[in-house]
């Protein structure tokens, strides 16, 4: 069984019960704002439909999702970035939050958001030559406090720390070795494998003491989320909207127009 929106799809294997959420906007799921509201609404419809587990996985042969779309945040019609921001925010609180288990096939690069929708899961797969983390200082912005929460689930908080005000991107191989990930596969089937056998190991116990159990581990993050999470909003256009921010995403984008006439 399968369904399809615009920019995500969602297949469910009619013998495991478990549907697979791809992400479908080229080149590199750039998370703007129809992207975001599809995903949300992709997660809400697992949830749903008695489902029994969730995978997310890229339909781009070398990206999971590269993050926020950058050309939201540039000279940004400020109630469309409050827009993005605010779905981002629904986003990971839906992936964070929904009952049933859920794992991420990390099939490329996962850098900022991609990481934000990697960590939200229970479980990570990851293909080989890859890279992932929270690398938002760089442009000149911060992982909000809900979501370096969901970084501390899966890393010690010295080594979270240390990455976050470094900006690094771990490879596969480092983030096997600090606990960011939990497999590596050598391609995207054998990662969605993966996931599945993850999810597959909760067959025998009882789905609603599953899903209370997890909740008890996520319900401080999300009570604390629902808390600032206007405060969060208004701190995120404060940040994107300095000069000097702007200035930056600028010379970003200038640089990559260069990359790309370079390469033809």
Request: charged share 25%.
């Amino acid at each position: 069984m399968s369904t399809a929106s615009k920019l995500t799809t969602v297949e469910v294997n009619d013998k495991t019960g478990i549907a697979t959420l791809t992400m479908c906007r080229p080149p590199v799921n750039g998370q703007n704002l129809e992207l975001l509201l599809d995903i949300k609404s992709s997660i809400k419809e697992i949830e749903n439909n008695s489902s029994r587990g969730l995978i997310i996985t890229s339909a781009s042969p070398k990206v999971f999702c590269a993050g926020l779309d950058i050309l939201e945040m540039y000279k940004p019609d400020q109630q469309r970035l409050r827009a993005v921001w605010t779905e981002l925010q629904n986003v990971w609180c839906a992936l964070y939050g929904i009952s049933v288990p859920t794992a991420a096939a990390i099939n490329g690069h996962a850098p900022a958001g991609g990481c934000l929708l990697a960590t939200a899961c229970e479980y990570r797969v990851m293909v080989p030559d890859c890279r992932i983390g929270l690398n938002e200082t760089q442009l000149g912005i911060i992982a909000p406090k809900w979501l370096v929460s969901g970084f501390l689930n899966v890393l010690p908080k010295r080594v979270a720390e240390r990455a976050l005000t470094q900006s690094r991107l771990f490879t596969t191989d480092e983030a096997l070795q600090e606990g960011l990930i939990d497999e590596i596969a050598t391609s995207k089937e054998e990662a969605v494998e993966k996931c599945a056998a993850f999810i597959g190991t909760f067959a025998r116990v009882n789905s609603v003491a599953r899903a209370l159990t997890k909740q008890q581990f996520r319900a401080d993050n999300l009570r604390q989320f629902h808390k600032e999470r206007e405060q969060d909003v208004e701190i995120f256009l404060s940040l994107v909207n300095r000069p000097e921010v702007q200035k930056g995403i600028g010379l970003y984008l200038e640089g990559l127009k260069k990359k790309k006439a370079n390469k033809k």
